[in-house]
Every structure is written in structure tokens, then in C-alpha cells.
């Protein structure tokens, strides 16, 4: 049996962090750890972050940066930076950076699809629950992007860009890695406009 994923939430905004605890119910609290405290212990210092899978820590929380640093050197597991000011993107596929709304506006999703699945999904606390067709739609809009301005009745020309584009779209869409092998062999069949229209019939059948 895999063994439960548990999160640690560093946050020294006092006012938010009573909003989410009042937020969250019993169901919860086996998952999630909510803090705005942590000193650093004498012999191993944060070696608490040791017994969870995923460390989110706003950006102005006293020892922040040493915080960051020793998961990213330490322990392999996501971290999550976020604060007012922050974008919301990928720095890696493993760490990103969540604007504070952001966060707290999808955590319950994010939480609920931990519960069920027991896997940490960092595109929900990014994109929220509809992930999978909010990511399928930045690729969209990147592929079509390359193609503009060629003519529909024109043939696809395959780019290493455009075959990495492509395959991620697939594989967000669900597709396994031998079924995009195939489908993107076969583009070069495609003209644009066949093309561009075989793309919207996959988006619009994503969930």
C-alpha cells in the first residue's frame, strides 16, 4: 500500500492562515500541515519536512530562503514558492511559483484530488481542476501560433518545435507515448487545415 502523501503549508499571513483552517474540515486533516512557525531544529535543521511530499511557503516566511534551499538540496520532493507578486508558472517540473490567490482559490481541488488519487498534481493549484484542458489550450494556441499565415491547402511541414508541441498536446489529452509516436508519423499526410481541424476534435473531447 503506497504510503499517504502528506503536505506542509508555511504561511506568516496570520489572517489567511485562520481562513483555511476554518475552510478546511476533518476530512483533511490527515493530509495537511498549516504553519507559521518553523525554527530550525539544532542537530538537522527542518528535518520535520522530512515526513512530507510536498513543501508550499510564502515568499516573505522568516527563513524562507534556507527553507528553499534545504528542500531543494535535501529532500526530493515538489516545492511550491508563492506570494503576491508571483506568476503562476513551472520553473521546473517539480517547483513552481503560485501568485497567493491562486493557491487558495484551487487548493480544496487540489486537495480533494489528493485525497481521491494520492498523487500530488501540481497543474491543478496552476490551472485548477480543469487542468487538462486549460494546459491543452496554451499548447493549442502555441501550434497554432506557429502556423500562422500558411495557407490551408498548404502541407504541413514538421518542426522539431512543432512535433514537441504536438506531443505534448497528446499527452495531455491522454494519449499513451506509442499512440503519439503513431499519430504524429502521420502528419505528414496532413495539410493545414486538416490538420488544424483533427487538433480542435482532440481539445474538444478533453475533460
Excluded at 535543521?45 to 528542500?71: G, Q
Excluded at 515538489?78 to 487558495?104: A, W
Excluded at 499565415?149 to 495531455?172: A, C, M, N, W, Y
Amino acid at each position: 500500500m503506497n504510503k499517504t502523501k502528506k503536505i506542509f503549508l508555511l504561511d506568516d499571513v496570520e489572517w489567511r492562515l485562520k481562513k483555511l483552517q476554518n475552510k478546511l474540515n476533518n476530512k483533511y486533516q490527515d493530509y495537511i500541515i498549516l504553519s507559521d512557525n518553523l525554527s530550525p531544529e539544532k542537530n538537522d535543521k527542518f528535518s520535520t519536512l522530512k515526513n512530507y511530499s510536498l513543501v508550499i511557503i510564502h515568499s516573505s516566511y522568516i527563513n524562507s530562503a534556507n527553507i528553499i534551499r534545504y528542500v531543494q538540496n535535501y529532500l526530493n520532493i515538489p516545492l511550491i514558492h508563492f506570494g503576491g507578486g508571483y506568476t503562476d508558472k513551472f520553473l521546473s517540473e517539480t517547483e513552481i511559483t503560485l501568485n497567493s490567490r491562486t493557491l487558495y482559490d484551487n487548493f480544496s481541488d487540489f486537495l480533494d484530488y489528493l485525497i481521491a488519487n494520492n498523487i500530488i498534481e501540481l497543474r491543478i493549484l496552476i490551472y485548477g481542476i480543469k487542468y487538462k484542458l486549460m494546459e491543452a489550450n496554451i499548447i493549442r494556441d502555441n501550434i497554432f501560433r506557429e502556423l500562422f499565415g500558411i495557407q490551408e491547402d498548404k502541407r504541413l511541414v514538421l518542426t522539431d518545435k512543432l512535433i514537441k508541441l504536438v506531443s505534448g498536446f497528446l499527452k495531455t489529452a491522454g494519449y499513451s507515448d506509442e499512440i503519439i509516436s503513431l499519430s504524429v508519423k502521420k502528419l505528414k499526410n496532413y495539410n493545414i487545415k486538416e490538420f488544424t481541424t483533427k487538433i480542435n476534435l482532440i481539445y474538444n473531447q478533453i475533460k
